[in-house]
């Protein structure tokens, strides 16, 4: 298992930006798919980013379309660290901003794929 520790939420206006991360300790972070996910009440879990690790080694770097070329997604295996940089945000990105972790190698950008979830800042961009 995975600890996952988030922080960088918060309040901002529409166009500016905010920067999530994601402190992970317990098995050897560098191996694992991490991953972002939101949730607005009475919605289900949707897909943000993610970096995914391939069974035969190789890594995937997805983006739900919407924040495509907005967000970016990174990490910093030496500090075991996984980052959001969202910029250009916009009142539809306000929810509870999810880091994840799988212990497998996650084909989907499915949450049901991801094992290990940190507690979820709340982001709010207001209009």
């Known amino acids: 298992q995975v600890q996952l520790v988030e922080s960088g939420g918060g309040l901002v206006q529409a166009g500016g930006s905010l920067r999530l991360s994601c402190a992970a300790s317990?098995?050897?972070?560098?191996?694992?798919?991490m991953a972002w996910f939101r949730q607005v009440p009475g919605k289900d879990r949707d897909f943000v980013a993610a970096?995914?690790?391939?069974?035969?080694?190789?890594?995937?770097?997805d983006y739900r379309d919407s924040v495509m070329g907005r967000f970016t997604i990174s990490r910093d295996n030496a500090n075991y660290t996984l980052y959001l940089q969202m910029t250009s945000l916009r009142p539809e990105d306000t929810a509870v901003y999810y880091c994840?972790?799988?212990?497998?190698?996650?084909?989907?950008?499915?949450?049901?794929?991801?094992?290990?979830w940190g507690q979820g800042p709340q982001v709010t961009v207001s209009s």
């Open positions: 317990g098995r050897d972070f560098s191996t694992n798919s």
């Open positions: 994840a972790a799988a212990r497998d190698f996650p084909a989907t950008n499915n949450p049901l794929e991801y094992d290990d």
């Open positions: 970096m995914r690790i391939t069974r035969n080694g190789g890594r995937v770097t």
